[in-house]
């Protein structure tokens, strides 16, 4: 199926109609898993992006999952961030995570990259109102309005407290993006292009109208992008492995086992 551009932009917050757009809620913190002290950077295992680690975030371990985590507490200091961007939006890509969600409310922000002013592309849950659904959503032109961004969103809701493999799809051919969970395709978009931005890949928050918003409360692992758009069978692959491998090797991946 094919969804109409969103009407908020909002990485936080969507509109039932154009101006009427809810506030983040992502100020909340909640409790995040347990994780032990780790090395002061996120290593790529293609050697080209290793990733920094910013304020309250730690690298160790978290319950029910092996290997590497990033642990986030859901406030503005708490994210980690490549030196400069990683992705070329301007052609195919797939970006995949293991992610663990602790916030009850609020739009949160798993995998982005974007300018000063906007992300490029989204992965992790939109929330406004009674709507709290994974999503993968990229704007489609500079200036960051709010029509310009089109979406693809999970069936149902979006957990808290449990590991979810999120994986969005961009194929530049068809010019159409695709959220898969745990492996399983939610939604197809058709879009526009997507907007190519030069700032860093980020994890655990996004640029949105000039301000840092959305922060993750909780853990994130096996962090992996290719510069291809994956089939349903690499996708299938990767949650088989638990988000580990995907049968190809990616352009870059962090926290990996």
């Known amino acids: 199926s094919a969804a109409a551009p969103s009407a908020a932009g909002s990485p936080s917050a969507a ?12 100020g909340t913190v909640s409790a995040g898993p347990s994780a032990g002290s780790g ?6 295992v293609r050697g080209g992006h290793p ?12 319950e029910g999952h092996d290997g590497p985590t990033l642990v986030l507490h859901g406030d503005g200091g708490s994210y980690a961030a490549t030196a400069g961007p990683v992705v070329d939006t301007s052609r195919s890509f797939t970006v995949s995570a293991m992610v663990r969600n602790n916030a009850p409310t609020g739009g949160r922000a798993v995998v982005t990259q974007g300018s ?3 992300y490029s592309f989204y992965l992790g849950r939109d929330y ?40 969005g799809v961009y194929d530049a051919s068809t010019r159409r993006i695709q959220l898969y969970v745990d492996g399983t395709l939610a939604q197809t978009t058709a879009v526009k292009g997507i907007w190519q931005t030069s700032g860093p890949l980020e994890f655990g ?12 409360d909780g853990a994130i692992a096996d962090v992996q992008v290719w510069n291809q758009a994956l089939p349903a069978a690499r996708v299938s692959q990767l949650r088989n492995s638990r988000g580990a491998s995907a049968g190809t090797a990616p352009a870059a991946g962090w926290l990996l086992p």
């Open 205 to 216: 928050r996004t640029r949105y109208k000039g301000a840092w918003s959305d922060f993750w």
């Open 39 to 44: 090395p002061a950077r996120l290593d790529d």
């Open 116 to 118: 000063g002013s906007y």
């Open 128 to 167: 406004w109102g009674t709507h709290n659904q994974w999503v993968f959503k990229v704007q489609t032109a500079a200036g960051g309005e709010d029509n310009t961004t089109y979406q693809a969103f999970s069936t149902g809701q979006a957990t808290t407290g449990q590991w979810t493999l999120l994986t």
């Open 51 to 62: 990733a920094a680690p910013a304020g309250s975030a730690v690298i160790g371990p978290t």
């Open 15 to 26: 509109a039932t109609a154009p101006g009427t757009a809810a506030p983040s809620a992502s």
